[in-house]
């Protein structure tokens, strides 16, 4: 009997250990998608004729869908079921994948991005929902977390590099079609490794809450994406945003007097996930921003070519796998606040190291040091976060944590794209005078000034606040 159960036990093991694989592998290809096309941008606008108005949104459609539909798909796993909606979401982006790779007009391509980003929607806070369930004890939840944290900080990275290299080799269409594989191996495989889990009591979904706050987000991300593109004052930018305070409010509103709302406010007001969420909304505005400025300043700048630009990311994948190695070994040993405060203040000093390259610095000299020092303090926040952030879900609201924290990290990133872009361009454009080079290099040394003073901001916010937090029993010590 004993040995009936050992095997048992292991198996249920085995079973677990391979759906975290199949899992953290999807989210390595949706995190992938949010940059993988900035490398190629030039050549899907030579191939198939984008106007610059237009290429812009081969980027902004996924964003708009993939953080203004989070919190509805979210509740919608709860509900229905999370293997269930993880499933359709990665066979919707599977298919819009293979639209995107075929695409002959510009048109067909930003329509496969709207549809990946509403797949992704579906799949990845499902997919959160269920590691959170399928490791429910404190120690491996945090394991399990720690590395589809570090996975996804991963597939962040490895979009400039796969997208360089296939680009610069190969072809654009290459970058969606490569999904293929992964996609019809989560929907062939996970259905064997995880049963199907939803809310232990019947509800109803809130359609007017959903209606309100799908609006309120997708409102905000429109009007951060266009304010990226013109400026705050704009009236496409100005009016999306108004609207989007109006939906949030009537959303609150309407949550508060509805007998089963889509966000409880008792969830939303729950301190310990609350500034969690909020440290990771700074964050990410800074990392997504970093991103973006550092890929743009070593093309435009320094002089690399795509290929060169996307393997010059490579050590800072190692740095992000490195911090991820660290990173429960120090909430074990330090506790979650001092270990959050740590890898923090470790990415803004590397933030700071890299506002410093300058136009004749070479890469091992110049690039290479921020890089890495950013990297692993990277790796080392985004486990934590994740696990701090999801702290006290169960089974009712286990898709709606993930569903919040996604929608944080997406909203974070376009504020970030959004503020600290228009910064650069606005100082490179007051000293332009002073030579293209050198006023481009100010520009982007300014904003990743401003993005370490954010992320050395949620450090604050987490010691000063999250020790204050009591977490449910159960929870990393803090």
């Known amino acids: 009997m004993t040995s009936v159960s050992t095997t048992a036990g292991a198996d249920a093991v085995g079973r677990r250990g391979a759906a975290l694989v199949v899992l953290c592998f999807v989210q390595f290809m949706l995190v992938l998608d949010d940059n993988v096309v900035s490398v190629a941008l030039p050549s899907l606008r030579d191939d198939l004729g984008f106007g610059t108005a237009g290429l ?27 293997r269930r909606v993880f499933l359709t979401g990665v066979a919707l982006f599977g298919a819009a994948s293979l639209v995107c790779g075929l695409a002959q007009e510009p048109w067909q391509l930003v329509a496969g991005r709207f549809v990946q980003g509403a797949g992704s929607a579906m799949a990845s806070p499902a997919a959160l929902a269920l590691i959170a369930l399928l490791f429910p004890g404190s120690a491996e939840r945090a394991r399990a977390f720690g590395i589809w944290g570090g996975i996804a900080a991963l597939g962040g990275t490895m979009g400039l590099v796969i997208s360089g290299a296939l680009t610069g080799l190969a072809s654009w269409r290459w970058i969606f079609l490569i999904n293929l594989p992964v996609a019809l191996a989560a929907v062939v495989l996970l259905p064997c490794l995880v049963p199907e889990s939803r809310a232990g009591r019947a509800a109803r979904l809130d359609v007017p809450g959903a209606v309100l706050g799908t609006g309120a987000l997708v409102a905000l ?20 945003l108004v609207l989007a305070v109006v939906l949030a409010v009537a959303f609150v509103a309407v949550e508060a007097r509805a007998a089963e709302p889509l966000v409880p406010l008792s969830f939303l007001s729950f301190r310990f996930r609350a500034v969690a969420n909020g440290a990771t909304l700074l964050f990410s505005a800074a990392m997504y921003a970093m991103a973006f400025l550092l890929m743009v300043h070593l093309q435009t700048v320094l002089g690399y070519r795509p290929l060169a630009a996307g393997l010059a990311y490579l050590p800072y994948g190692a740095g992000i796998l490195a911090g991820m190695w660290l990173s429960s070994r120090a909430v074990a040993r330090l506790g979650m606040r001092p270990a959050l405060v740590m890898s923090f203040l470790i990415t803004a000093a590397g933030l700071l190291l890299l506002s410093g390259v300058a136009p004749d610095d070479g890469y091992a000299s110049g690039v290479l040091p921020g890089m890495l020092v950013t990297s692993i303090g990277c790796g080392l926040s985004l486990p934590a976060l ?12 286990a898709g709606l944590g993930s569903a919040v924290l996604s929608s944080v990290q997406q ?26 080079q050198y006023a481009a290099t100010e520009g982007f040394s300014f904003a990743l000034v401003v993005a370490a003073v954010l992320v050395a901001l949620g450090a604050a916010v987490i010691a000063a606040l999250l020790g204050r937090a009591r977490p449910p029993e159960g929870a990393p010590d803090v």
């Open 411 to 436: 909203i974070g990133g376009a504020v970030g794209v959004a503020v600290l872009v228009a910064l650069a361009t606005r100082r490179r454009d007051g000293l332009t005078s002073e030579g293209s």
């Open 386 to 397: 994740t696990v701090a952030a999801l702290t006290g879900t169960t089974e009712e609201n």
């Open 221 to 240: 991300v429109y009007g951060l994406l266009r304010a990226g593109e013109s400026s705050w004052g704009d009236a496409t930018a100005a009016g999306p």
């Open 56 to 82: 812009a949104w081969v980027v902004n459609a996924y964003f708009l869908a993939f953080g203004g539909l989070l919190l509805l798909f979210g509740r919608m796993a709860d509900l229905l079921g999370r």
